[in-house]
């Protein structure tokens, strides 16, 4: 069965609308997510392991899985900002996403499905890691390059790549993929899975994020999957 799924804006019509100033951090995990791992509710405020140097501290979610201008880069003498779109798309999935949290529960219906199939697919896409596989991809070219004996910046049209480059063509990307994959998800069977009583699942990234006994959906044919408290 294939699910439908609203895909993103073209990215022209994301140039168009969003040329903004500066807007601040930019989370590449909903606070919606990360509100269901407080630790202080009041405060809304997440504990914290960092693995590079065994410190645990408490943070407040507006710190933590964001960067200043994530989703926003360079273009002429704008700085287009996609941060507006990103919350827009991720409200589509707001509203199953917190009646499966409430429920504990998938109800098995394709309009449910549809919506967690996008959240995901827009996650896997939109995090650093896959933003970095363009530099990485170029510093693979350079070290091929090299070791023939020639210099990247010696081939014919080479443009070195910026910042700005592959933050733009990371925004592009969830324009072209997102709607494909959300819809390869959809096709998967969802299993829904909760912690022992004394166990907790963790979101993580450069540092560790702990939950206190969530739910998380996986879908049973990858090994990603998104959390639920």
């Given at each position: 069965?294939?699910?439908?799924?609203?895909?993103?804006?073209?990215?022209?019509?994301?140039i168009i609308r969003c040329l903004v100033m500066s807007d601040g951090n930019h989370h590449?995990?909903?606070?919606?997510?990360l509100r269901h791992f407080l630790s202080d509710a009041r405060k809304e405020q997440v504990t914290v392991f960092d693995k590079r140097t065994d410190r645990v501290f408490p943070t407040a979610i507006g710190n933590i899985m964001a960067e200043h201008d994530f989703h926003a880069f360079a273009f002429d003498d704008f700085l287009v900002s996609f941060e507006g779109i990103a919350t827009q798309i991720e409200n589509i999935s707001v509203p199953a996403y917190e009646e499966v949290v409430a429920s504990r529960r998938l109800d098995g219906s394709p309009e449910q499905k549809s919506a967690l199939a996008f959240l995901i697919a827009f996650q896997f896409l939109r995090t650093k890691g896959h933003r970095d596989m363009y530099q990485d991809l170029e510093d693979l070219m350079r070290k091929a390059v090299e070791e023939s004996g020639g210099k990247l910046e010696d081939l014919q049209n080479y443009t070195?790549?910026?910042?700005?480059?592959?933050?733009?063509?990371?925004?592009?990307?969830?324009?072209?993929?997102?709607?494909q994959f959300a819809q390869i998800i959809a096709e998967k069977d969802f299993v829904l899975q909760a912690a022992?009583?004394?166990?907790?699942?963790?979101?993580?990234?450069?540092?560790?994020?702990?939950?206190?006994?969530?739910?998380?959906i996986a879908s049973a044919a990858r090994s990603f999957r998104k959390i639920f408290h």
């Open positions: 069965m294939t699910v439908a799924t609203r895909a993103p804006d073209p990215p022209d019509r994301i590449y995990v909903p606070r919606f997510i070195p790549l910026t910042p700005d480059d592959a933050k733009m063509m990371h925004v592009k990307s969830f324009q072209k993929d997102t709607g022992a009583p004394d166990r907790s699942f963790y979101l993580g990234g450069a540092t560790s994020l702990r939950g206190s006994t969530p739910v998380s």
